[in-house]
């Protein structure tokens, strides 16, 4: 054995320093999320055409997940920024808050 405390420092602060580098970099990204989540409008449901198929069904403004129609099957709407994107083969036609 001759590892003495001195050769065991510097590779200890290293790490303690790129823990403390992830750290603040995932509390930027939340702070980040947080202020896009503020700034949007408050959640709205939206009534919505399939193109394809002609459906209509009310989906909710900010979604986390894709939305299908739910009679073809094809995706509707994707989460972006919280909020649902609209896809080209969904058309808008109301809003309801
Ligand atoms: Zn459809």
Do not use: W
Not at 48 to 76: A, Y
């Amino acid at each position: 054995m001759n590892s003495s405390p001195n050769d065991m420092k510097p590779h200890y602060e290293g790490s303690t320093l790129s823990k403390f580098i992830v750290r603040t970099i995932i509390l930027a990204v939340i702070s980040l999320t947080k202020g896009e989540i503020v700034q949007q409008p408050r959640s709205k449901f939206l009534k919505v055409q399939c193109l394809d198929c002609e459906n209509e069904q009310i989906i909710f403004g900010s979604v986390s997940t894709e939305v299908k129609c739910l009679k073809c099957d094809k995706v509707l709407a994707k989460p972006r920024g919280g909020k649902a994107k609209l896809m080209p083969i969904a058309r808008e036609l109301e809003q309801f808050s």
